[in-house]
């Protein structure tokens, strides 16, 4: 079992794909794809082939082999040891 980590969006979502590379998780676009395509990404728990699924603050991310991911927005609560203000 993975432990969760945040990953924090400056949008209101973002695209898998996208996420995969703003987590470090792909270290390219190609990459994003194929991990997608392969069946090894699960958003909440369910396997996802779509590269172009948007993601919202709330979603969770678990990448075979990498772990486990919560989408949060900037500014959420939780953030604010950070300096940011909801």
Request: glycine fraction near 12%; aromatic fraction near 8%.
């Amino acid at each position: 079992m993975y432990k969760m980590k945040s990953i924090v969006i400056h949008s209101d979502y973002i695209k898998l794909n996208q996420f995969l590379k703003w987590a470090n998780i792909a270290y390219s676009g190609a990459e994003a794809n194929r991990m997608i395509h392969e069946g090894m990404v699960k958003v909440d728990g369910v396997v996802e082939l779509k590269r172009g699924r948007k993601l919202y603050p709330g979603n969770s991310v678990e990448v075979k082999g990498s772990g486990l991911y919560l989408v949060v927005k900037e500014g959420s609560a939780g953030l604010a040891s950070e300096g940011t203000h909801p």
